[in-house]
C-alpha cells in the first residue's frame, strides 16, 4: 500500500517501537512528525528518515496534554499540509508494587499511557478534520 502524499504522527518516534513505526510509515510515502521528549533520539530519527529518502519533522515535547497534542498537529499541518495517521505511541512504565508506587508515578503513568490517546484524537479531530482519516491506537 502507497503511503505517499499521506500525513503521520508518531508519538515516542525517537527510538524503539515508534522509531520503527515511522520509519515504516516514511519507506511507504508518509511524511512523518516524530515527536520525543529526548531531542537527541528525535533529531536522530529524523536523519535516519531523510537518509532513507524520506520527509520527516522533529517536535520535542511530553504528549499527555492537549498542549502538546496541538503542537504536534500544528507542525504535521504547517510541515506537511495535513494529518493522516496518527499513532499514539509513546509509553512509560513505573514497574513497581502497589505499596512502592508514589502518586507521581501513577500519574505520570496515566498520563502518557491514557491522556495521550484522549488528548491527541481529540485535537487532531477538531484541527484536521478534512483529511484526519487513519487513527492506529498503540497498546497500553
Ligand atoms: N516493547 C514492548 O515489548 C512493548 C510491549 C507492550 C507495549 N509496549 C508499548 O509500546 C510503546 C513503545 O514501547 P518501546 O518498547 O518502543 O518503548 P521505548 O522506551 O523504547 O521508547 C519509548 C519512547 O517514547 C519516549 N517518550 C516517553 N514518554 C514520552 C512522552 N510523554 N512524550 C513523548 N515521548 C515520550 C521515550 O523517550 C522513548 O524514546 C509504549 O507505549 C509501551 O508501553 C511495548
Redesign the pocket.
Known amino acids: 500500500m502507497s503511503l505517499s502524499g499521506k500525513v503521520a504522527i508518531v ?2 518516534s ?5 522509531l520503527a513505526y515511522a520509519r515504516d510509515l516514511a519507506r511507504q510515502g508518509a511524511a512523518v512528525v516524530i ?4 531531542a537527541e ?1 528525535a533529531g536522530e530519527a529524523v536523519r535516519t528518515i531523510e537518509a532513507d529518502g524520506g520527509r520527516a519533522v522533529a517536535v520535542v ?4 496534554s492537549t498542549e502538546a497534542a496541538k503542537q504536534l498537529v500544528e507542525a504535521a499541518v504547517a510541515e506537511f499540509g495535513g494529518l493522516d495517521i496518527l499513532v499514539t ?5 513505573r514497574d513497581k508494587s502497589l505499596l512502592k508506587m508514589t502518586d507521581e508515578d501513577f500519574d505520570l503513568v496515566i498520563n ?2 491514557v491522556r495521550k490517546r484522549t488528548s491527541s484524537g481529540s485535537t487532531a479531530a477538531s484541527m484536521s478534520p478534512p483529511t484526519a482519516s487513519t487513527f492506529a491506537a ?2 497500553v
Open positions: 508519538t515516542g525517537g527510538r524503539g517501537l515508534g515527536n520525543d521528549v529526548d533520539v515535547a511530553p504528549v499527555g505511541n509513546a509509553g512509560i512504565l502518557v499511557q498503540g497498546r
